[in-house]
């Protein structure tokens, strides 16, 4: 493990809270060195200085809104100042705010799709050219379940991780034959600060609890994917299954999800 990850240069979106801090965390520990992007850089700068004192890496971070494009442009600049090539660019950063659409707004809709698809499109940009340079290179998109299954009062959130999905699957085939690999995670909930913006009722955390993954189980897993990179991994895996009945099934599914299966 710890030879694979040896000095690769790992770009993570959204690596001040949740799942991204603690990937970074994780392949830092295997010897890959972490580049940490978001929005909050007091948060960076102590998980980088935690990184660099706990591992003999050196981690970097920027501050960077993904859903401003011109800053998307800069901050990769400055990176391929400090580092030759991007081994791996985790598409992390994202948020959701579950409500019924007819209560939601049209500036919480458009932010998040800046962010969630937006956000992904331009750092993808921004690593492509010298990926197909090299011939060479790994982008993981964070999706979710919700980018597979659609459940109520997640429209907008859903159709996020929809184009998340539907940008990751032509990507993959587009490049495969300059050998750069393309991953999704779909994850299922996650006990992260997500849900402070997603589910402010609680509710959903409520009726959900029971299956919420831990970030430190995301991150092993996620690590494991950056090793050994496929297609997609869907945690947890029987998840996956409501997705597959949902495609072949879907008038009964959409009794079944938007009835007893509704949690939020
Ligand atoms: O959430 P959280 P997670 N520009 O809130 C950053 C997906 N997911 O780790 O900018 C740049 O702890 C934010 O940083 P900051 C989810 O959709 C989750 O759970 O400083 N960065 C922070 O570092 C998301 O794509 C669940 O505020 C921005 C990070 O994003 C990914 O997992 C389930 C930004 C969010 O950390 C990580 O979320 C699922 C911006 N404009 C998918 N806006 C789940 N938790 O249950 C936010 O299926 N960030």
Partial sequence: MMKVLKGKNIVITGASSGIGAKIALKVASLGARPILLARSEDKLASICEKINNQFPVK???FSLDVSNTNQ???VFAKI???VDFIHVLLNNAGFGIFDMVH???MTDIDHMFQVNVMGVIACTKEVLPSMLEK???HIINVAS???KLATPKSSAYAATKHAVLGFTNSLRMEVSPFHIKISAVNPGPIETAFFTTADKSGNYVKNVQKYMLSSEKVAD???KLIIHPKRELNLPVWMNWGSVLYNL??????????GILNKK
Wanted: hydrophobic residues 35%.
């Fill in 59 to 61: 981690a970097i971070y």
């Fill in 72 to 74: 998307v442009k800069e």
């Fill in 80 to 82: 391929y100042q400090e």
């Fill in 103 to 105: 209560e939601a707004t």
């Fill in 135 to 137: 011939n060479s290179g």
């Fill in 145 to 147: 379940q919700a980018g």
């Fill in 221 to 223: 897993k996620v690590t």
């Fill in 249 to 258: 099934f879907p008038g009964i599914a959409d009794k079944l999800v938007g």
